[in-house]
């Protein structure tokens, strides 16, 4: 079923009658939840634990369902992966797990999400969702999580000095993203700011390459894979330390507190001030990205699927 409450409940109802009837090697739930009443060994991702951590972020629909489902699930599955270490970690300490946990990072797709010296074709693809350079730039959901408010303050601070800098927010609004839209309201800085919507790969890709920077403040994530995106494009990068954006980006962005406004604003500042900083920032960003391909992800599932159906 396509909603995500039917969904839910046809994995727990309907999900072990078609493993009976297909008997699969193992059965992988790729977010969170597995079926828990099936002889068939089962696999699943968890991508963060921020339902125990951060419960204030999401609706509270989701932490009554997820909190207990995720360590039944951990307790369940023959194999867990992570998405990164931070998670990993994370989960030991929320939902202790039965089985081996693989950490299998997210990887890109380095043929679209790459530099590129001629800018011609990328400016055409942004002058059509109305995004003129020079500007930061965001791309991700918009939602209490990516700290959005915490960036449009910290733009508000360094706007004055850079009359033609604008600030993009790419992405769909999601649960929470009213607060976002009032702190806009209230920046006075409304009209440098541009709201484009979710924006299609192509022109998501030319956003990251033809950036003045690259923010990416999240409060915390399980990986970032917006972050990943980014360096491959060779972006000048800021994100947040202490949580998998820090995992994925090492010594190839700027490192903030995601609580420090002014230290988001001097990064931001830096980046835009700066050229051979930012030069620095966009040779290290592809070097660091080549290390996560699609390639290497799968085989990491791979092995979690030997790995539980070896368990039976």
């Given at each position: 079923?396509?909603?995500?409450?039917a969904r839910l409940a046809w994995e727990q109802a309907g999900a072990p009658a078609l493993a009976r009837r297909l008997a699969p090697d193992?059965?992988?739930g790729p977010h969170y939840t597995v079926p828990l009443r099936t002889s068939v060994p089962t696999v699943v991702t968890v991508h963060d634990l921020t339902f125990f951590d951060h419960p204030e972020w999401h609706e509270r629909s989701k932490v009554r369902f997820f909190r207990p489902m995720i360590r039944a699930a951990a307790r369940r599955a023959a194999a867990v992966i992570c998405v990164s270490?931070?998670?990993a970690a994370r989960l030991a300490v929320h939902a202790p797990p039965r089985g081996p946990v693989l950490v299998v990072p997210h990887g890109v797709d380095h043929e679209r999400f790459r530099p590129d010296a001629d800018p011609a074709p990328d400016l055409d693809l942004l002058d059509g969702h109305g995004i003129i350079p020079p500007y930061v730039a965001f791309a991700g959901t918009i939602e209490p999580?990516?700290?959005?408010?915490?960036?449009v303050r910290a733009f508000a601070r360094i706007a004055?000095?850079?009359?033609d800098l604008r600030l993009v927010l790419a992405g769909g609004d999601g649960w929470g993203a009213t607060a976002v839209r009032d702190e806009v309201a209230a920046s006075g800085v409304a009209t440098r700011i541009v709201r484009p919507g979710y924006l299609p790969d192509?022109?998501?890709?030319a956003l990251f390459r033809r950036a003045a920077a690259v923010a990416y403040p999240s409060r915390e994530e399980?990986?970032?894979?917006?972050?990943?995106?980014?360096?491959?494009?060779?972006?000048?990068?800021?994100?947040s330390r202490g949580s998998a954006t820090e995992e994925v980006a090492g010594p190839a962005a700027l490192l903030v507190d995601p609580a420090d406004e002014a230290g988001l604003a001097a990064a931001l500042r830096l980046l835009v001030d700066d050229p051979d900083c930012a030069e620095r920032l966009r040779r290290a960003g592809p070097e660091r990205a080549a290390a996560y391909t699609w390639d290497r992800s799968v085989a990491g599932h791979l092995?979690?699927?030997?790995a539980a159906a070896g368990a039976q």
């Open positions: 079923p396509d909603p995500r409450p193992c059965w992988h270490e931070y998670t999580r990516k700290n959005l408010e915490l960036l004055p000095a850079h009359p192509p022109a998501l890709v399980g990986f970032g894979l917006n972050v990943l995106e980014a360096l491959a494009c060779a972006a000048p990068l800021v994100t092995a979690a699927y030997r």
